[in-house]
């Protein structure tokens, strides 16, 4: 019964996302650090501190790609992993014990990044653990993985998301950073949701990601 009630959940998170919503908000869930290091309207330069990610790679188009890559990632959050930690964490979901697993708290955003004619999803992990003691994934498609210390260019917007807008968007960013020689964009525009599904659109933080290179 717990079992089946917690897919149901995973289910109906899911199909939150799809629509179009970040399931993490970002007043209360601990996000990657950064310094800002330029700032003009709603575009940044920041310098990212290192953090550790699980990811996990889908073919198909951007529907399946969110649907498919939150089910796997969230079931590793939710306690689908080889812990020998007897620990019940909370989540904003799911509140109960897992005497072999271990649920790992929500953070945010979530990043979706296209990779030639696949997705990348990407959730990053609470900055208490390092490589060596997160749980195991149960699923190989599951990896975990520390992203070193980096530049990133981000625009910010607010309203609902899509594949087209996130296009638009990217495009801005990129068109941008020609203004700003001494980077250089070295991956595709990736797009990042922070706000749980119940924010207003005009309230919401979503953003799209450039990773930058500092010239010599």
């Avoid at 209360?28 to 310094?35: D, I, L, M, S, T």
């Avoid at 812990?83 to 697993?101: A, D, G, N, R, Y």
């Avoid at 994934?137 to 993985?145: A, G, H, N, Q």
């Avoid at 980077?183 to 919401?204: C, Q, V």
Wanted: aromatic share 12%; proline share 5%; with cysteine.
């Amino acid at each position: 019964m717990v079992a089946n009630m917690k897919q149901i959940l995973i289910t109906f998170l899911m199909a939150i996302f799809s629509t179009g919503c970040s399931l993490f908000g970002a007043g209360n869930e601990e996000q990657p650090k950064y310094q800002v290091v330029m700032k003009q309207e709603a575009y940044e330069i920041r310098k990212y501190d290192s953090y550790i990610v699980a990811q996990t790679s889908i073919s198909g188009d951007f529907k399946e790609a969110q649907s498919k890559g939150f089910r796997i990632l969230a079931g590793y959050i939710f306690g689908k992993n080889k812990s020998k930690s007897k620990i019940s964490m909370t989540s904003p979901v799911v509140q109960e014990k897992e005497l072999e697993s271990e649920k790992i708290s929500m953070t945010s955003p979530v990043t979706l990044t296209p990779n030639d004619n696949a997705w990348t999803m990407t959730f990053s992990m609470p900055s208490k653990y390092t490589l060596s003691d997160l749980p195991v994934p149960d699923d190989e498609r599951v990896k975990l993985s520390t992203i070193e210390s980096r530049f990133v260019a981000a625009l910010t917007f607010s309203g609902f998301w899509s594949e087209a807008k996130n296009d638009l968007k990217g495009k801005e960013l990129e068109e941008w950073l020609t203004n700003y020689k001494e980077y250089e964009m070295i991956s595709k525009p990736m797009f990042a949701g922070y706000n749980p599904p119940w924010t207003l659109p005009f309230l919401r933080r979503n953003e799209i990601l450039i990773e930058l290179k500092k010239r010599d």
